[in-house]
């Protein structure tokens, strides 16, 4: 199976360092300059990739004002889904300018599409990945057209069981695509803590052998960071300029300031995480001094007796190894020996018993 592939000049997956998504989402606001500003923004932060949406409202829903079609229990509370899509869209005539800005700065730029016209926008495009969104891991048509593609795949699993997870993956495969990434998600907005449930990532990781990261709808950073940590290989995060702007996504979002706190977190995270290791490092090597070893406490004169009185197991460590204390132990002083002095073999004569 493949455990990693490339999406731009960037290899994903274990092993590499996390590719890091700024999700613009709606947070353009319907401003072109707002969605350029959010591109310089997350560049100078620090993020690998910034990732669209490419819908109309009616690709996504009918407008209604049926009970089913009005939003509930969420910070959407009240409005019709047609009534949240219609505001929170991305033009799509935005999106290949967009793409060139992003790209003229050094990052990806790529999109999740939604329905089959979008997935045949965005290969218009050339984006170099395409997405699944959680709500649309069991629309298998879609992904199946998705994968036909046969660029790499994100797709992310908030809500979705194993089953569903596997179907997902095996309609991929079976287009004859082998480029998958899983996300770890929780489908709330936002989402608290302690629905994360990071151990996920590591046994997504090794259940379907394909690289898994973190799609995140969390306040604050610490979980993307616990996420790297346990193996997430890509980090999406919601970013917009001001949380005191209003817009659909703005309250979930970090501004950039918290997103390059956040990216400079996970290279740091990923940094010490570094490879299994025993011993001394290089750094550590210095502190050897501090090791405990044999020394002579008391002033000795040539054929006295080690005692444990005038041989004790102290700091630093300039003499024998504390392993020879009981060997040491009986036998005679070779010479006079001052009080301080790290005790070695040459001081170490035979025990009064066998001279």
């Given at each position: 199976m493949k455990r990693s592939f490339e999406i731009g000049n960037r290899r994903v997956g274990p092993g590499n360092p996390a590719y890091i998504v700024a999700e613009m989402s709606a947070n353009h606001n319907g401003d072109f300059e707002q969605a350029v500003q959010i591109l310089r923004a997350v560049k100078d932060a620090g993020?690998?990739?910034?990732?669209?949406?490419?819908?109309?409202?009616?690709?996504?829903?009918?407008?209604?004002?049926?009970?089913?079609?009005?939003?509930?229990?969420?910070?959407?509370?009240?409005?019709?889904?047609?009534d949240l899509y219609s505001e929170a869209c991305t033009p799509w005539e935005w999106q290949p300018r967009l793409k060139e800005i992003a790209e003229e700065m050094?990052?990806?730029?790529?999109?999740?599409?939604?329905?089959?016209?979008?997935?045949d926008f965005l290969e218009e495009m050339d984006v170099p990945v395409h997405k699944v969104a959680s709500f649309e891991i069991v629309d298998l048509p879609l992904i199946e057209k998705i994968a036909l593609t046969g660029k790499p795949i994100i797709v992310s699993t908030g809500m979705a069981t194993r089953e569903e997870i596997e179907e997902a993956i095996l309609t991929i495969r079976m287009a004859g695509n082998t480029q998958i990434?899983?996300?770890?998600?929780?489908?709330?907005?936002?989402?608290?803590?302690?629905?994360?449930?990071?151990?996920?990532?590591?046994?997504?990781?090794?259940?379907?052998?394909?690289p898994t990261g973190l799609s995140d709808h969390s306040m604050g950073i610490e979980v993307p960071v616990a996420a790297v940590t346990l193996g997430a290989c890509i980090v999406e995060k919601h970013v917009t300029l001001s949380r005191k702007i209003p817009g659909p996504d703005s309250a979930f979002?970090?501004?950039?300031?918290?997103?390059?706190?956040?990216?400079?977190?996970?290279?740091?995270a990923e940094e010490a995480l570094g490879s299994v290791s025993y011993g001394p490092g290089k750094q550590e090597s210095k502190s050897s001094v501090f090791r405990r070893s044999l020394f002579v406490v008391e002033d000795m004169k040539a054929g006295d007796t080690f005692t444990t009185e005038n041989i004790r197991s102290i700091r630093p460590g300039f003499g024998l190894h504390t392993r020879y204390l009981k060997e040491v132990i009986g036998k005679a002083a070779r010479r006079e020996i001052s009080r301080g002095t790290p005790l070695t073999w040459d001081l170490v004569g035979k025990s009064h018993t066998s001279q």
């Open positions: 993020a690998d990739a910034v990732k669209i949406q490419t819908y109309t409202p009616d690709t996504l829903t009918i407008p209604c004002d049926n009970d089913c079609f009005r939003i509930q229990d969420t910070i959407w509370d009240g409005r019709t889904l047609y050094g990052m990806d730029l790529f999109s999740t599409a939604f329905d089959p016209s979008a997935v990434a899983l996300l770890k998600c929780t489908s709330a907005y936002p989402a608290s803590p302690g629905e994360m449930n990071l151990r996920t990532i590591p046994d997504m990781m090794e259940s379907f052998q394909v979002s970090l501004e950039p300031g918290e997103f390059k706190v956040m990216v400079d977190a996970v290279r740091t």
